[in-house]
T-cell receptor, first 113, second 117 residues
């Protein structure tokens, strides 16, 4: 069974640019969540999508956005990149049931110069 | 406002001994708790979970204890093995708040566990 796939794995951008990250969930999983991991802040929840609708949102500025497609694949976008956006961005999918664990991808490592 | 805290950044244990990782939370709405393990360059992997209606859950070498009155949970690994060396994250969610928080976890900062042979 294929796991959660994130692309690209590594990318380098400069301040002011925008970036789009992609996530393919495990087959049959309809919930996709995004997290940002930084050394200082740990793992922080960005947003969650279910059936193409954003169901939950964390405390991040509007520069961070996302969407989910009908096949449950998801993308997140960060516009007007800042140095502080350098982080590991993790996508997770779940069966969306009580106690359903999250399955994480390997992450996309973004470096902003 | 850090709602889930892991106060020990690191823990060093000898192989074969017990590893105890601790986690405290402040939000009384949390009713489901999980532990994840993370190796470098990989995503976190699920280890074990516990619902707030229980105070203990076991899975092989891993046991999680929950003390709701103290808002404290711990993960015991017995016996510890060198392959257990990784970062361990405690996480919490509010599953009963309308059933819409399955994908939203609040994580602690993580504890680096090193198991020496």
């Amino acid at each position: 069974k294929a796991g959660v796939t994130q692309t690209p794995r590594y990318l380098i951008k400069t301040r002011g640019q925008q970036v789009t990250l992609s996530c393919s969930p495990i087959s049959g999983h309809r919930s996709v969540s995004w997290y940002q991991q930084t050394p200082g802040q740990g793992l922080q929840f960005l947003f969650e999508y279910f059936s193409e609708t954003q169901r939950n949102k964390g405390n991040f500025p509007g520069r961070f956005s996302g969407r989910q497609f009908s096949n449950s694949r998801s993308e997140m976008n960060v516009s007007t990149l800042e140095l502080g956006d350098s982080a590991l961005y993790l996508c997770a999918s779940s069966r969306d049931s009580p106690g359903g664990e999250l399955f994480f991808g390997e992450g996309s490592r973004l470096t902003v110069l | 406002d850090q709602q889930v805290k892991q106060n020990s950044p690191s823990l060093s244990v000898q192989e074969g001994r017990i590893s105890i990782l601790n986690c405290d939370y402040t939000n009384s709405m949390f009713d489901y708790f999980l532990w994840y393990k993370k190796y470098p360059a990989e995503g976190p992997t699920f280890l074990i979970s516990i619902s707030s209606i229980k105070d203990k859950n076991e899975d092989g070498r891993f046991t999680v204890f929950l003390n709701k009155s103290a808002k404290h949970l711990s993960l015991h690994i017995v016996p510890s093995q060198p392959g257990d060396s990784a970062v361990y994250f405690c996480a919490a969610s509010s599953l009963n708040s309308g059933g819409t928080s399955y994908g939203k976890l609040t994580f602690g900062q993580g504890t680096i566990l090193t198991v020496h042979p």
